[in-house]
């Protein structure tokens, strides 16, 4: 009976996608729904159904099921992790910030501070 509270997934990439596919054997009239709390939408998810969303963005949880049914989910996301380690030439931020000098920190200290508005001009306005 897979279900989540009310969260967002902060080791993801910001601007990155997770797909959540629910499976099992449950009425999805009566619970699953999967609550996109900042778009204020509750969207019915039964077995089967896939959705993408960009997880570190946006607070997500779903609706528990009934007693006696099965649901589970399979989340697969894009960690941010991995895009900073490429980024940082196969190092880490630690490694890597402890050789710059104070005019390669003070730029890669305005790269973090505009990094948000940056991977929000990667989403479309619908």
């Known amino acids: ?5 009310i969260h967002t997934d902060d080791k993801n990439r910001s601007a990155g ?3 959540i596919r629910a499976s099992g054997d449950f009425d999805d009239s009566k619970g699953g729904h999967i609550v996109l ?3 204020n939408l509750v969207v019915r998810f039964p077995a089967g159904s896939t959705i993408l969303i960009p997880s570190a963005l ?8 009934q007693a006696g ?26 490694t ?19 990094r948000w508005d940056n991977y929000l ?3 479309r306005v619908w």
């Open 1 to 5: 009976q897979t279900a989540c509270d």
């Open 17 to 19: 996608m997770c797909a």
């Open 37 to 39: 709390w900042d778009l």
């Open 58 to 65: 946006i607070r997500h949880s779903n609706v528990p099921i």
């Open 69 to 94: 049914e099965i649901r589970y989910s399979v989340t697969q996301y894009t960690s941010g992790h991995l895009f900073q380690w490429v980024e940082n030439n196969f190092h880490t931020n630690k």
């Open 96 to 114: 890597v910030v402890a050789t710059m000098d104070m005019e390669e920190r003070v730029f890669r200290q305005l790269e973090n501070e505009n």
């Open 121 to 123: 001009k990667e989403y």
